[in-house]
């Protein structure tokens, strides 16, 4: 069956610390893989996007994701963490038409 | 330009009633989706339109309706309201139903069923 784990339910990192969020999917396919970033209260936003091409993508706010076929994985890293980057990131994949999610990762940032 | 948007923002249902969620899109997308968030869980597809007059189920379609009335707008009803549809719900939209589109999302609709 079509599925995305993210492994890490909770992830903790000091502000300016590097990041890097895992993902992995099974699919028969490579799908087209994406990361979203939602904040509370707020429907989600789409970071970067991966289709073919390229393994390392870039996106918006600073965040980059590389493309590992052999491990199934897309995993989303960022540099230097910023406060405000502490949200919940959401790992897809998948035709918009049968797009699968991963249960989230909750980012808290310490001063 | 104000995107997705979705009303109501909160509702309280009590099992049994039935209700409607209003999605309206002003960026002339094609594709319409609605999705449900539960906690610990990604979001899943409930029902989606590729098109004006075109709608089909998605992952977990049980228990609900969809409406595309117009390119605009998509709406999601809930004819006899259950505590499992207790959930988040969230509209989004795509410009075509190609893999290269950025699909965007409203601010979500928290619904409990009491």
């Known amino acids: 069956a079509q599925s995305v784990t993210q492994p890490d339910i909770h992830i903790t990192v000091s502000e300016g610390a590097s990041l890097e969020l895992r993902c992995n999917y099974s699919?028969?396919?490579?799908?087209?893989l994406f990361w979203y970033v939602q904040s509370p209260g707020q429907g989600l936003q789409l970071l970067l996007k991966?289709?073919?091409?390229?393994?390392l993508v870039q996106g918006i706010k600073g965040f980059e994701a590389e493309f590992k076929r052999s491990q199934s994985s897309f995993n989303l890293r960022k540099p230097s963490v910023h406060w405000s980057d502490a949200a919940e990131y959401f790992c897809?994949?998948?035709?918009?038409?049968?797009?699968?999610f991963g249960a989230g990762t909750r980012l808290t940032v310490k001063p | 330009n104000a995107g997705v948007t979705q009303t109501p923002k909160f509702q309280v249902l009590k099992t049994g009633q039935s209700m409607t969620l209003q999605c309206a899109q002003d960026m002339n997308h094609n594709s319409m989706y609605w999705y449900r968030q539960d906690p610990g869980m990604g979001l899943r597809l409930i029902y989606y339109s590729a098109s004006e007059g075109t709608t089909d189920k998605g992952e977990v379609p049980n228990g609900y309706n969809v409406s595309r009335l117009n390119k605009r707008e998509f709406s999601l009803r809930l004819e006899s309201a259950a505590p499992s549809q207790t959930s988040v719900y969230f509209c989004a939209s795509i410009t075509g139903t190609g893999g290269t589109d950025t699909q965007y999302f409203g601010p979500g609709t928290r619904l409990t069923v009491l």
């Open positions: 897809a994949a998948g035709s918009f038409n049968d797009m699968r």
């Open positions: 699919y028969g396919a490579t799908p087209y």
């Open positions: 991966y289709f073919s091409g390229d393994t």
